[in-house]
């Protein structure tokens, strides 16, 4: 064993330095906060880790006012005086999102370098500081932000997430775009994505760290971040609790001139004696103490002398004792504060990056604008303008073509937009898609292989969507991802099996698509989300299987944005959807007039089969007699549908004849019914209508013939699930599934 050198501290005396050493931390990083969360916790950080990471960041949004600049600038220096490292989030997405400079992605960036000139000026310490882009962080690292993100936004509810609207100078009664929401769940996130120990921001963004924390109780992660709330400065006039950049009279900006300081102080709310709700005693306790480490009010023999203050203490105490008067305070003040802005003033003049970046934040209006038109092309690629379809003469070829691609729908926006698409583009795009969440019942199966059938003979390219993330979102098969994508392999088999030619159509699995081309996606999520409210949101809950008045989670405002966003990632000319889609369908075409986008989606809207029991406007896969499932077997077909509600002459409501009439004739193009009297074979539907209300088809006949066409139908899907091994494995691990909601 080697021995210790002469200078080698004893095993004592260096256990008692340790100690020392990490309280003289824990009191500097301390120090900054108003408030925090925890201290035996941050002690325990301090003592454990030579390098924490401390995150902080702001919205690029305007000029930047004093407690922004000097106390940050303060706050980062003693942190990384401790060995910290500091993380400051330019949160020019969270500006965009929260409508600042009319949602300019441009001028907020512009804001942004002005922003850390202005640190750089004033005194920031940077060795140890990283500004990075909100927006290329997690474009660059997108595949591990947007899970979290969706992971926080389903395992909150949308009631405790819009507690957290103070963070964006909101209040959780007015009226929320859904990018309130959004924003919330993000900066959430932003902690974790970051890696941070100690998140350092206002008592104003307090709520979100919380979250951040009970997230991390949540998901059993050991390491929850240290909250440091540091103390929100007044406004400089009577009432205000903060400074605010829309009114110039509250603050004090960073590049103020010497004589605009002068003025702003001069006119500021400063009651003789009164310390309490008291802006200019407040500056020189959060700005000039801790920058001076003292504060001298100057002043003539007869009116006490000059004075250093070491303490805030003595001032208050002077001040309520009338030994310092408001004026007196006030010249001092404002001598104090200009000493520490005129090194920024003088960047601001001599630099002349800074020049320029200074000069075009004092022109950008503070109120909300119209979208600028970068954003307008982040967000889609516009297409050339429709032309009018008055006067248009189809030929026979695109006739015929119309009158499949419009028979699919029961409900078509807009025909003439149709007939107009057809006839100028060969081949359009058509979107149809799906949530993997459970076994795959008749109207998924052999409407959609119809359908999609019907589009590929019309010239049409098909790409259906494998909604994984989207059933994650609404806790389909209780969120677990591998799960909902081995049932998204299901069903291309199913679909492959029942006779989908797949020539013309893509498979595309969300996550795959979204992480591939986030940098244009999310981005127009964010703009959706930020162009509608809540209200607005909420009524496209039905595409999820809710209602407007259950309780909902944070994901469920997430969902229809996201949903609204993937028809212009597809560029899809046509959604093909089911009339439970149509709400987020006639979202986008609202989103393209509020873009002045010409070229909108049509809407194709399909039929919902009602369920097998009377009164089940749709099949459910949670009660299993409710829905022909694609590989039940003969004998499950012919139980289920003789259980099935058939009403004998009634055909309002009846799920057996909607059975014949969206699927059998469909496919078959005729129903044959057997019965002792003899065979008779429908081509149309009004036939078998007309023989049903007279009583000449009875139930019995009609449940007989229905049950030997869907066999027929279902045989080819039944034998491939017996057959391939691949297909077997993936039923018998759906099955076993649990249907989740």
Not at 25 to 44: A, M, P, W, Y
Request: charged letters at 30%; glycine letters at 6%.
């Amino acid at each position: 064993m080697e021995a210790p050198s002469d200078n080698a501290p004893t095993q004592a005396s260096s256990s008692a330095s340790g100690l020392q050493i990490s309280e003289e931390r824990f009191n500097l990083v301390k120090s900054i906060g108003e408030q925090c969360t925890h201290d035996d916790e941050l002690r325990d950080l301090l003592a454990k880790k030579a390098a924490p990471v401390c995150y902080d960041g702001f919205e690029p949004s305007g000029r930047m006012h004093i407690a922004q600049g000097l106390m940050k600038i303060m706050s980062v220096n003693k942190l990384t005086s401790t060995g910290c490292r500091v993380k400051i989030w330019i949160a020019d997405w969270f500006a965009y999102m929260n409508n600042k400079l009319g949602g300019d992605l441009k001028k907020i960036r512009v804001v942004g370098d002005y922003f850390k000139e202005i640190f750089l000026a004033a005194g920031m310490n940077t060795e140890n500081v990283e500004f990075l882009w909100s927006s290329e962080e997690i474009n660059a690292r997108g595949e591990e932000y947007w899970p979290l993100v969706m992971d926080i936004a389903c395992r909150n509810s949308l009631a405790k997430i819009k507690r957290c609207m103070p963070i964006m100078g909101h209040s959780e009664t007015e009226e929320l775009s859904a990018a309130h929401i959004l924003y919330v769940c993000m900066q959430c996130a932003d902690t974790l994505f970051l890696e941070a120990d100690i998140c350092q921001l206002g008592m104003d963004q307090e709520s979100v760290n919380l979250l951040a924390r009970d997230y991390c109780d949540d998901t059993k992660r050991g390491s929850k971040p240290v909250i440091l709330s540091h103390h929100m400065i007044r406004g400089l006039q009577q009432g205000q609790t903060k400074m605010s950049k829309s009114d110039p009279s509250s603050a004090i900006f960073m590049e103020d001139d010497e004589a605009e300081v002068n003025v702003k102080i001069k006119k500021a709310y400063c009651p003789p004696k009164i310390v309490e709700g008291n802006p200019c005693v407040e500056y020189v306790r959060y700005i000039i103490l801790p920058w001076f480490g003292e504060f001298t009010v100057e002043r003539d023999e007869k009116y006490g002398g000059t004075k250093t203050y070491k303490s805030y203490e003595d001032i208050v105490t002077d001040y309520e004792s009338e030994d310092l008067h408001p004026k007196d305070l006030k010249d001092a003040l404002t001598k104090a504060l200009n000493k520490i802005l005129q090194p920024v003033r003088d960047h601001f003049k001599t630099n002349s990056r800074a020049k320029n970046l200074l000069k075009q934040v004092k022109g950008y209006k503070i109120t909300r604008t119209s979208l600028s038109k970068e954003v307008e092309a982040l967000s889609i690629n516009a297409s050339s303008p429709a032309s009018s379809v008055a006067g248009l003469q189809l030929s026979e070829e695109v006739e015929k073509k119309y009158n499949i691609v419009r028979s699919i729908g029961e409900e078509c926006i807009q025909e003439d937009e149709l007939k107009n698409l057809l006839a100028k583009k060969p081949t359009p795009i058509c979107y149809d898609g799906f949530e993997p969440s459970g076994r795959m019942h008749i109207a998924q199966g052999v409407m959609k292989v119809t359908n999609v059938n019907k589009l590929t003979s019309a010239g049409c390219h098909v790409k259906i969507w494998i909604a994984d993330w989207f059933a994650q979102l609404n806790n389909k098969l209780g969120g677990d991802l591998e799960r909902i994508k081995v049932v998204g392999e299901y069903f291309k088999e199913i679909w492959q099996a029942g006779g989908m030619n797949t020539d013309k159509v893509s498979f595309l699995w969300a996550s795959d698509e979204i992480n591939g081309r986030g940098g244009k996606y999310w981005p127009l999520v964010m703009d959706i989300a930020r162009r509608n409210n809540l209200r607005r949101i909420l009524r496209c809950g039905q595409i999820m299987g809710r209602s407007e008045t259950e309780v909902l989670s944070a994901a469920q405002i997430l969902y229809p944005c996201m949903q609204c966003a993937d028809i212009f990632l597809l560029e899809a000319d046509i959604c093909q959807l089911g009339m439970d889609q149509r709400k987020v369908n006639m979202l986008a075409r609202e989103y393209c007039d509020d873009i002045k986008r010409k070229n909108k989606p049509i809407i194709l809207s399909h039929h919902m089969l009602p369920g097998l029991q009377q009164g089940q406007e749709k099949m459910s896969k949670s009660n299993p007699s409710s829905a022909i499932f694609m590989e039940d077997e003969e004998a499950d077909v012919n139980e289920k549908i003789s259980q099935a509600y058939c009403p004998p002459k009634i055909v309002e409501g009846n799920p057996c004849l909607e059975y014949v009439k969206f699927l059998v004739l469909p496919r078959f193009n005729e129903f044959k019914v057997e019965t002792d009297g003899g065979n008779k074979t429908f081509e149309s539907f009004e036939d078998i209508t007309a023989d049903y209300k007279s009583g000449e088809l009875a139930p019995e006949d009609l449940k007989k013939a229905l049950v030997k066409a869907l066999n027929i139908m279902l045989q080819p899907v039944r034998d491939h699930f017996k057959t391939n091994e691949r297909a077997k494995n993936l039923l018998e691990q759906v099955k076993a599934f649990r249907v989740t909601r």
